[in-house]
């Protein structure tokens, strides 16, 4: 099911060879006294941000490594408009994802211990009678995006097999949405070329992004808050940017109103919203025009 090693062995190497040119970059500017784009380009690797944690599979009882983000070692950046976090040093929601390399088990991090014994069953039977044991990760040093993407993969089955909330499948969908864009921006710095490829993931993006934003617009009117660890205006806002994008000003706006006029909304949530509600009358004014 995952064929982990040799696309890892290829990150590893790609990323060894990135450290090696940005050595060979930083030389280069020791000798032209250039001191603050060698600061730019010393980015530690990835590896230093990480830690491996000890889980034991509510599935199949045994115990495994599964990587994580050492908390407050990477330095955060203002997010995306839909709240997709961002950090200097790497893309942190590569390791949202646990996955039992002994029983196939998946699920994201938040999720992953909370099972019920039918769930399990249902695991059991659909997914671990299936499953290849892999290799052990613990020797990896960091994950690159095509294991991430292998990982939500497997998450996004494990949680419609296991009959999971429908914010959780949708949650799953959107952090994989995410990685593809994710992956999409790390080509974009990269040489030309690479457009056919970007297509590519902006389809796959584009792909899950509408299976999440159905997913939860379904989800809040049949579940009760916090919805994945989202209170009512978090989620509100996220499915009023989802809205926007996906060009639905109506449930944008009535997201927005909502926002607006709840005393749990925070000053800063009213700032996000009216720069959103400027931007939803621009495309409209835009729509008329044309
Ligand atoms: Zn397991």
């Known amino acids: 099911m995952f064929g982990f090693k040799k696309k890892t062995e290829a990150a590893e190497s790609a990323q060894e060879k990135k450290q090696e040119e940005q050595k060979q970059e930083t030389a280069q500017q020791d000798g032209e006294k250039q001191p603050e784009e060698k600061k730019a380009q010393e980015i530690p690797p990835e590896e230093t941000f990480l830690l491996d944690r000890t889980v034991r599979c509510v599935v199949c009882d045994k115990v495994f490594k599964s990587k994580a983000l050492k908390s407050k070692s990477a330095t955060r950046l203002e997010s995306d408009l839909d709240l997709r976090p961002r950090f200097k040093q790497l893309d942190a929601i590569k390791y949202d994802v646990v996955a039992c390399p002994h029983c196939g088990y998946s699920a994201l991090s938040q999720s992953f211990d909370h099972l019920t014994g039918g769930q399990i069953h249902l695991v059991k039977e659909n997914i671990c009678s299936?499953?290849?044991?892999?290799?052990?990760?613990?020797?990896?040093?960091?994950?690159?995006?095509?294991?991430?993407?292998?990982?939500?993969?497997?998450?996004?089955?494990?949680?419609?097999?296991?009959?999971?909330?429908?914010?959780?499948?949708?949650?799953?969908?959107?952090?994989?949405?995410?990685?593809?864009?994710?992956?999409?921006?790390?080509?974009?710095?990269?040489?030309?070329?690479?457009?056919?490829?970007?297509?590519?993931?902006?389809?796959?993006?584009?792909?899950?992004?509408?299976?999440?934003?159905?997913?939860?617009?379904?989800?809040?009117?049949?579940?009760?808050?916090?919805?994945?660890?989202?209170?009512?205006?978090?989620?509100?806002?996220?499915?009023?940017?989802?809205?926007?994008?996906?060009?639905?000003?109506?449930?944008?706006?009535?997201?927005?109103?909502?926002?607006?006029?709840?005393?749990?909304?925070?000053?800063r949530m009213k700032d996000k919203v009216f720069d959103l509600k400027n931007m939803i009358l621009e495309e409209r004014k835009k729509e008329k025009e044309s």
């Open 130 to 267: 299936k499953f290849q044991p892999s290799i052990d990760l613990s020797s990896l040093k960091f994950y690159d995006y095509e294991l991430a993407i292998e990982r939500y993969i497997a998450a996004l089955e494990c949680a419609r097999v296991k009959k999971a909330k429908i914010s959780e499948v949708a949650y799953t969908s959107l952090k994989l949405a995410w990685i593809y864009r994710g992956k999409a921006e790390t080509l974009k710095e990269a040489a030309a070329g690479a457009s056919a490829e970007i297509g590519r993931l902006k389809e796959l993006e584009e792909k899950y992004y509408t299976e999440a934003y159905d997913g939860f617009l379904a989800a809040v009117s049949q579940e009760n808050y916090p919805i994945c660890g989202m209170d009512e205006c978090t989620l509100d806002y996220l499915l009023a940017v989802m809205s926007f994008h996906f060009k639905k000003y109506d449930t944008a706006s009535q997201c927005i109103s909502k926002i607006q006029t709840s005393p749990f909304a925070t000053k």
